[in-house]
């Protein structure tokens, strides 16, 4: 059969749609992109959302037993109507040859600031060699890294001291299950069973993606994640089609100026694109068009950018996120006090709103939504108010993200947190030790210290 390509899913749909299913789907490329049309294929098949809930199972790829799902798709369900398994991050179809693949994505994450992702990444790629997190690949012969991994050593592996890599899963036993998953597949699975298989890369030599591609469903959702202007041109259209759905959903629309500008900012990081214009949707409220002045105060600047990235990962309590941001501040010649003032006017703005929190009336309800926020709370709080802080001007949804924020600390650890902070900027300013030590020094401080305690 021929392999679908990301353009061709409509049509695919469409057929699914007009009951023209088949017993097998894979789906390899973009995570992302492999999960949403994931989704789009079991709500086709499945349009009933009761009968979802019910008839779907999932299954953890990284730590499938090929043998449980392969008895499971040849058993008859209990349950009426079409029943779908789908394999996340499938290793069937892994080989030396997607290590490349994995080791590229491992240094994207990573540039990203995504530890956990790059870490995951690393995991899938030692597996694949048989190693293990406690193996030392830093000191690897490149004649014994091109062995095992398939391709070169690269010059600049400096990461690899900075990613925590988890426990590698068995792919020699999944690459042997792939045998067996072919086998079962030939000789037919329970009718009204349906296999939806997930892998972020494949080896198209394996005889069961060969076997899959003549007689099932292949569809090829892989971004080329390289720096030629067709690779870019590429990625900006992957993009650029998930924002224009995002707000589709929203019933908006973007201005062509703010669209070029949100992709130059964004990049191709498809969760971002998404997140970033669900925030971009709610910011511009009642209005039906998104301006180049919302993804300037949302998306922000390049200095600004690098200093929200900062601030984010500190109200996060993410300490590893905070220190690799203040590294990369500092490596882009942003003055230390600089950043202990933006700092400053961070901590001030959540001590504010959590003050705000912990008054009486009215009762602030975490966690609420960004509507129950602006048309509940936050207008009832600021008529008990006669001069609404400067601190929280400006935006209604700015506002709302500094509380949610303001809710993972207590009152008298931010008012400590400030006068460390004072201590730490005097340091700077009479001190002889190295700045980023004195912050580096602030941030275990005040963030171990926060993560041993249980916000109410």
Request: glycine fraction near 6%; charge should be positive; include cysteine.
């Amino acid at each position: 059969m021929p392999i679908f390509k990301r353009k061709d899913v409509p049509r695919l749909i469409q057929a699914i749609k007009k009951d023209e299913v088949h017993p097998v789907y894979l789906l390899f490329g973009d995570r992302f992109l492999c999960r949403d049309v994931a989704d789009s294929i079991i709500r086709s098949m499945l349009p009933d959302e009761k009968q979802r809930t019910s008839n779907i199972t999932e299954i953890d790829g990284d730590r499938e037993n090929p043998a449980h799902t392969m008895n499971l798709l040849k058993s008859y369900s209990l349950f009426a109507g079409r029943r779908i398994f789908r394999v996340m991050d499938s290793r069937l179809f892994f080989s030396k040859n997607v290590a490349k693949s994995f080791w590229d994505k491992a240094v994207k994450a990573w540039e990203a600031k995504d530890q956990e992702q790059a870490g995951r990444y690393l995991g899938r790629m030692f597996g694949l060699a048989g190693l293990t997190a406690d193996d030392d690949i830093i000191n690897l012969p490149a004649s014994r890294w091109k062995k095992l991994f398939g391709f070169s050593k690269p010059q600049d592996i400096a990461c690899l001291k900075d990613i925590s890599v988890p426990e590698t899963g068995e792919e020699n036993r999944q690459s042997s299950g792939a045998d067996l998953v072919e086998e079962v597949l030939k000789n037919g699975i329970a009718p009204q069973n349906v296999l939806i298989l997930v892998a972020e890369a494949v080896d198209k030599r394996k005889k069961l993606y060969k076997f899959i591609k003549e007689n099932a469903v292949v569809v090829d959702l892989a971004v080329d994640t390289g720096a030629t202007a067709a690779a870019r041109k590429d990625q900006n259209n992957v993009v650029r089609d998930l924002i224009h759905r995002t707000l589709n959903d929203f019933h908006k629309k973007i201005e062509p100026r703010a669209l070029q500008l949100l992709l130059e900012r964004i990049g191709f990081h498809p969760v971002a694109a998404v997140n970033e214009t669900e925030k971009l949707a709610l910011y511009s409220g009642e209005r039906n068009s998104i301006t180049a002045a919302d993804v300037d105060a949302i998306v922000g600047r390049t200095k600004d950018e690098a200093l929200f990235e900062f601030t984010e990962a500190f109200a996060g309590a993410n300490l590893a996120g905070a220190l690799l941001s203040l590294h990369r501040l500092r490596e882009n010649g942003i003055h230390s006090l600089m950043i202990v003032a933006g700092l400053r006017n961070f901590i001030r703005k959540l001590l504010l709103a959590r003050a705000f929190q912990e008054q009486p009336h009215p009762v602030y309800a975490r966690g609420q939504s960004y509507g129950t926020f602006q048309k509940g709370y936050l207008s009832q709080l600021k008529e008990t108010k006669e001069e609404w802080p400067a601190l929280l001007a400006g935006h209604p949804y700015v506002v709302y993200k500094t509380f949610l924020q303001a809710e993972n600390f207590h009152l008298e650890k931010l008012k400590k947190g400030l006068a460390r902070l004072l201590a730490a900027e005097q340091s700077l300013k009479s001190s002889s030790v190295e700045d980023t030590l004195i912050l580096e020094n602030f941030l275990f401080d005040f963030l171990i210290e926060r993560n041993k305690i249980v916000a109410i």
